[in-house]
């Protein structure tokens, strides 16, 4: 786990050039680069870390300043990074099971653009990071797009493929939002025997559901086994 900086697994590209001179100049160029790393300052858009082909490193640059093909459009980093950071630490995993994934990522014009997915940066340590709902905790899949650009999308944004296992939807499931997290440890096992032989709450095995978003106060007991 990392604070602020992250390794990433790195990926050649081009970087937009104007974004080595504050957007004031050479526009329409571009520069070899290698990324290697990304920083997260909660409250603003991920940073990547860049080694240029003549040696230098750049810090903290938007995704949208990185292409991987000169004919790609210069989108908005709102469309390609949909939230911002939701906490100074962070993790990146290249999650094998995903690996070189075909996706399709959903705009914010809702059209589709199809991709493959590279990485994925996620946060802890801090209550929008970590907690459930539609304002809770997102990731950021690391994508890059056919269209040139790379983007950053949440689970929500993306539909993945992998024809020895998926049959795509044509139509977006009507999955609802998860609110609640959950816990094992509960009040039953009382005892204070070795192998915790609580005869008294034996088959009274009880599961909690934590009701949030922003409190964890209310509990509720469910009895699976009576």
């Known amino acids: 786990m990392a604070t602020l900086n992250v390794d990433i697994p790195r990926f050649y590209c081009l970087l937009r050039k104007q974004f080595l001179y504050d957007d004031h100049d050479h526009h329409g160029e571009f520069v070899k680069v290698c990324v290697f790393g990304a920083a997260s ?13 003549n040696g230098a490193v750049v810090w903290r640059v ?43 990522v959903q705009m914010r014009d809702r059209s589709w653009v199809g991709g493959q997915y590279l990485f994925t940066l996620d946060w802890f340590g801090y209550p929008d990071a970590e907690e459930a709902g ?18 950053m999308q949440p689970n929500n944004r993306i539909q993945w493929f992998s024809p020895a296992f998926v ?8 999955y609802v939002t998860n609110t609640r997290v ?6 039953t096992e009382t005892t204070d025997a070795y192998f915790y032989d609580d005869v008294d709450n034996f088959g009274k095995l009880s599961q909690v559901s934590l009701y949030v978003k922003g409190q964890r106060v209310m509990q509720k007991v469910k009895e699976i086994f009576k």
């Open 41 to 53: 300052i909660a409250g603003r858009a991920v940073g990547f870390h860049i080694l240029t082909e």
């Open 62 to 104: 938007p995704i949208h300043a990185l292409c991987h093909k000169e004919d790609a459009p210069l989108q908005p980093l709102d469309w390609l990074q949909m939230w911002d950071c939701f906490s100074y630490e962070v993790s990146c995993t290249e999650f094998g099971r995903l690996r070189d994934s075909r996706v399709r």
């Open 134 to 151: 539609d304002s809770g905790a997102k990731c950021g899949h690391v994508v890059a797009l056919d269209n040139g650009n790379f983007c």
């Open 167 to 174: 049959t795509p939807f044509e139509e977006k499931p009507d």
């Open 182 to 187: 959950w816990k094992v440890e509960r009040e």
